[in-house]
C-alpha cells in the first residue's frame, strides 16, 4: 500500500514570497504519478501540477513548481510570488500508473496561509 | 468544456435514512471516482467506476454503493446513515483511455446526518 506524509499541518508566508510544501511518499511501485491539488475555503478541488515518475524534469505551472526526488521519495511544491487567492489547503496524492484502475491516494495537507 | 458537477450540494438527513449523490463527468470522462473527505480521516476513497463497471474499491461497508450509466453520470448511495458519514463527498472524473490519469473535482456534496 501506498502512504503520503506531509509533515506541516500550517504555514504562513507573505505576499510576494516563496514558500515550498513539502511531501514524502512511501511505495514500492516504479512508475506512478504524482499530483498537488489546492482546497480553498469554497471546498473546491482544483488541480495545481502534476508529475510523471519516469520524467526527470521536474513540471511547472506559472508560478508553481516542483522538486521531485524520486530516489528520495520526496515531491514538494514551490509557490513563487505568492498571491492572497493561493490561500487554501494543499494537498499531496499519489497515483499508481495501471491501465486498469484510478485511485488517488491523499495526504493529510499543509493549510497555506498568504498575509499581506 | 463544463466540470464536474455534482447534485445535490447539500443534504440533511437522519440517522437510518439512506442517501444517494449524484455526479456529472466532464464529457468524454469515462472514468468515476468518489472519495469521502472529514476532518478525522482526510480524504479517502471510495470506488472507481468506469464504463458501468467498478473497477476499484476503498475500504468502506457495504452500506455505500455506487452505480454508473451508459452516459458515464454516476451515483452512490449510502443506506442506514449513521451519523459518522457526515462529510463532504467528492466525485473526480479522468479520462484513462487516453492516458488521462488527471482526476478532475467536483464542488462536492455536503452531507450532514444528524
Known amino acids: 500500500a501506498q502512504t503520503v506524509t506531509q509533515s506541516q499541518p500550517e504555514m504562513s508566508v507573505q505576499e510576494a514570497e516563496t514558500v515550498t510544501l513539502s511531501c514524502t511518499y512511501d511505495?514500492?511501485?516504479?512508475?506512478?504519478?504524482l499530483f498537488w491539488y489546492k482546497q480553498p475555503p469554497s471546498r473546491q478541488m482544483i488541480l495545481v501540477i502534476r508529475?510523471?515518475?519516469?520524467?526527470?524534469q521536474n513540471a511547472t505551472e506559472n508560478r508553481f513548481s516542483v522538486n521531485f526526488q524520486k530516489a528520495a521519495k520526496s515531491f514538494s511544491l514551490k509557490i513563487s510570488d505568492s498571491q492572497l487567492g493561493d490561500t487554501a489547503m494543499y494537498f499531496c496524492a499519489f497515483m499508481k500508473q495501471s491501465g486498469t484502475a484510478s485511485k488517488l491516494t491523499f495526504g493529510t495537507g499543509t493549510r497555506l496561509q498568504v498575509t499581506l | 468544456k463544463a466540470g464536474v458537477t455534482q447534485t445535490p450540494r447539500y443534504l440533511i438527513k437522519t440517522r437510518g435514512q439512506q442517501v444517494t449523490l449524484s455526479c456529472s463527468p466532464i464529457s468524454g470522462h469515462r472514468s468515476v471516482s468518489w472519495y469521502q473527505q472529514t476532518p478525522g480521516q482526510g480524504l479517502q476513497f471510495l470506488f472507481e467506476?468506469?464504463?458501468?463497471?467498478?473497477?476499484n474499491k476503498g475500504n468502506f461497508p457495504g452500506r455505500f454503493s455506487g452505480r454508473q450509466f451508459s452516459n458515464s453520470r454516476s451515483e452512490m448511495n449510502v443506506s442506514t446513515l449513521e451519523l459518522g458519514d457526515s462529510a463532504l463527498y467528492l466525485c473526480a472524473s479522468s479520462n484513462p483511455v487516453a492516458g488521462g490519469n488527471t482526476q478532475y473535482f467536483g464542488p462536492g456534496t455536503r452531507l450532514t446526518v444528524l
Open positions: 508529475q510523471e515518475a519516469y520524467k526527470q
Open positions: 511505495t514500492s511501485e516504479n512508475n506512478y504519478y
Open positions: 467506476y468506469f464504463s458501468e463497471t467498478q473497477r
